[in-house]
């Protein structure tokens, strides 16, 4: 695996193998050192064009535990935000001795395009291009559902995942249909009309508009983060109705199957799509998917790296 | 004056005469001579060669095509303010290589041509250049904002003579502007060239709408934001009994409008490029900025429908919306790249790829859609005109038997965007003369 730009690229072997190496390399978190010499020598470039605390700090995480050297671009007080384009900025990450950069992008393919532009060498790991994908979120989503309702191993065959929330705009939402469908899953996409993508019917999902009848006999459901810019732009009349047709509260949390847990990518905007009760609540995996962040970005850094040319 | 309207003022005595000989006038299967002398076509037939000058210069043009020299009705020529990405220069290299006698320069330029000044020096630029006939399009609004009629008339009246109007790149949105507008310019037979784009259905729209553009995450621009405008500028036009002409129309919904209207006896006429005859949204795949252009690449469906249009007439014209970018504004993420494409040279090799080939049109419907009518939207005179003694000679000889491959560095452009790399084009443009003099020989400028 040279690069990973796109949950769609990975096979359900390949899936399955990252998520059996995550699980492995965990191990090393509950040791009292953290950190294996796996990587040593070699550089990992976080470059952030999107402020992404959360997923940068993941990214860095994984890079160090695996005894890489870091280097960090983020967006605000770097060249970054005096206008150098990408191209310059990954040829400078490169200049340093990069060999993988993990890119936040806002434009959609952005990590696709350095990929495959010929501007450098390096691998490159979407960490979330605009619109369009966020394969390692998906890759964690997938290791969290696996670990709790699959005992941690193999795929997630009929397992029924709902994502619900603002899927016009969610690479989220893009990435685990993705990965999901090939590791197994039956997934539902539930959102209110403008919020669906126009096209979404050649997608391998169902949709639906009604939360409540999704949720019967739902395994999981992801609640994704409503942007506050869509608040305003007449996708929904308001947050309040928003809240009542889409949000999860204690009330339609109790309905679903008791085994059934939730997930939420981050940041929570709380009593928006997800009431407190239910984020804090016996369901909630979301400080689990946090954790497992870190494994499943070691194990696409470990996959990345030993697939380049001296590897150790 | 000669009554050439576009003629430099240059002496033409002791220029040869140029006779061609086996020349497939219009595409007929008879091949015959034509000579050229005073800038005018002198001769066809026998008396070409038996009358001729004994100076006069002789040319095998082996049954070659002859039409009337090529006339684009949209072309963006970037000076002044972009000299970076091309030039009045440049682009007139690029036309003559494509078989122009005639570009229209599209006023979106820094500054703007939206006033009797600019669209002067625009004109004369290109009459110093001498490559091809420039004929600057005004801008509708001052600025392009979309706020206050530009001086149209002032432009209409000046040496420029300008007869299209368009703030092309942007739509003329507001429906009552826009009215005013179309009424306006027929006190001097000017025209509205509309780029129909709802802009409140497009807001940072990236690519076509539709289940690619979900997939890919790029924001949709949807076929019904050209469509609306159009449905609504043909009612205008014909409510204040106006000229319009839609800019590069992409859609089924689209040709179906214009259809609608034609039948109706709206005055409307249509344009499509010739990346919009070939290519679709599928390209949008790669992510890479060259295939981004707006009006966006469509579907299979719409190219379908577009060279369907194109055949039936129902599109009057091909216009090549010939937009040079720098290299660096497309050498990038897509979402920073520059919307547009090459297209002057690639022109009629696309078309007799499309169109010819597939036996949709003659050559001498190509004449008609790529000479002939767009001179008589744009109100040139000495264009598109037939091809008969006494006429200017303008022509351009096309040979539909050579094949090319195009690559970026054989455009003259000062930009290399072309979209056609690695395609090969069925037919290629062997010769061009403006008045008869050759501005293009063997394929290379002269």
């Known amino acids: 695996m040279k690069h990973l730009l796109s949950a769609s690229d990975l096979t359900r072997d390949d899936a399955v193998s990252l998520l059996d190496t995550a699980a492995e390399l965990a191990s090393v978190t509950d040791r009292a050192v953290k950190k294996l010499p796996t990587l040593r020598g070699r550089t990992v470039a976080n470059l952030f064009f999107e402020d992404s605390t959360r997923t940068r700090l993941s990214f860095e995480a994984a890079a160090k535990r695996l005894s890489a050297d870091v280097i960090t671009f983020t967006a605000k007080g770097s060249s970054v935000s005096k206008g150098e384009t990408l191209k310059d900025t990954a040829l400078t990450l490169e200049a340093m001795g990069a060999q993988v950069i993990v890119l936040r992008h806002h434009a959609s393919g952005a990590a696709q395009r350095l990929a495959q532009s010929g501007w450098i060498e390096a691998s490159v790991i979407n960490a979330g291009d605009g619109t369009h994908e966020h394969p390692t979120q998906a890759l964690l989503d997938a290791y969290t559902l696996r670990q709790h309702l699959r005992e941690g191993a193999g795929d997630l065959e009929g397992l029924s995942v709902v994502i619900v929330g603002d899927i016009l705009h969610s690479r989220v939402a893009r990435s685990n249909v993705a990965l999901l469908t090939t590791l197994g899953a039956r997934v539902t996409l539930v959102a209110p009309p403008t919020l669906v993508p126009v096209g979404v019917q050649t997608w391998p999902c169902e949709v639906s508009f009604d939360l409540d009848e999704a949720l019967v006999g739902a395994d999981a459901v992801m609640m994704l983060r409503v942007q506050t810019e869509r608040m305003t732009a007449a996708y929904f009349p308001s947050v309040h109705e928003y809240s009542r047709r889409y949000g999860l509260d204690s009330a339609r949390a109790a309905r679903m199957p008791d085994h059934a847990v939730v997930l939420h990518p981050g940041p929570m905007n709380r009593g928006m799509e997800i009431t407190a009760e239910v984020a804090d609540g016996p369901r909630a995996l979301i400080v689990d998917q946090v954790a497992n962040g870190v494994s499943v970005r070691m194990a696409v850094l470990y996959h990345v790296l030993s697939s380049q040319e001296g590897a150790p | ?446």
């Open chain 2, 1 to 446: 004056m000669s009554g050439l309207a576009n003629e430099p003022a240059v002496d033409r005595a002791g220029e040869r005469e140029i006779v061609l000989r086996d020349i497939r006038l219009m595409g007929d299967r008879q091949a015959v001579d034509i000579r050229f002398a005073d800038g005018r076509i002198a001769a066809i037939g026998a008396t070409a060669v038996a009358e001729a000058d004994p100076q006069a210069q002789i040319l095998d043009v082996a049954g070659r095509i002859g039409l009337p020299g090529l006339v684009d009705l949209h072309t963006h020529l970037r000076e002044p303010g972009r000299e970076d990405a091309e030039t009045i220069e440049t682009g007139c290299q690029a036309a003559a290589l494509g078989g122009y006698t005639a570009v229209h320069a599209m006023a979106n330029t820094q500054p703007v041509a939206d006033t009797a000044g600019v669209v002067e020096q625009v004109w004369r630029r290109g009459r110093e250049v001498g490559l091809c006939d420039v004929i600057p399009v005004g801008a509708v609004t001052i600025g392009l904002s979309g706020e206050r009629l530009a001086e149209l008339a002032a432009m209409a009246e000046s040496a420029a003579r300008v007869r299209v109007f368009s703030d092309d790149g942007i739509c003329v949105s507001d429906p009552l502007l826009m009215r005013r507008a179309l009424e306006y310019v027929k006190a001097f037979d000017g025209v509205i060239a509309q780029h129909a784009q709802e802009p409140r259905l497009t807001v940072e729209a990236q690519m076509n709408e539709g289940a690619l553009s979900g997939e890919l995450g790029l924001t949709g621009w949807p076929a019904v934001a050209e469509e609306a405008i159009i449905a609504r500028d043909v009612l205008l036009a014909e409510h204040v009994r106006s000229r319009l002409h839609v800019c590069h129309l992409s859609t089924r919904g689209s040709v179906e409008v214009v259809r609608w209207a034609k039948a109706r006896g709206i005055d409307v006429t249509a344009e499509v490029t010739p990346h919009h005859l070939m290519l679709t949204e599928e390209l949008a795949r790669s992510y890479d900025p060259l295939y981004k252009v707006n009006p966006p690449l469509r579907t299979v469906d719409d190219v379908h429908a577009v060279r369907e249009g194109l055949a039936d007439g129902t599109i009057d014209i091909v216009a090549t919306d010939h937009a040079p970018h720098a290299h660096e504004d497309k050498d990038c993420e897509w979402g920073a790249g520059a919307f547009g494409m090459l297209g002057l040279q690639t022109a009629i090799g696309v078309v007799a790829a499309t169109m010819v080939e597939p036996g949709h049109l003659t050559w001498a419907d190509v004449a008609q859609r790529m000479s002939v009518v767009p001179a008589r939207i744009g109100r040139v005179e000495g264009q598109g005109r037939p091809l008969a003694v006494g006429e200017p000679a303008n022509m351009v000889i096309i040979d539909p038997d050579a094949p090319w491959l195009v690559s970026a560095d054989q455009m003259a452009s000062r930009s290399q965007n072309t979209p056609f790399v690695e395609h090969t084009l069925p037919a290629s443009v062997w010769a061009t003369f403006l008045r008869g003099r050759p501005t293009v020989l063997s394929g290379a400028l002269v």
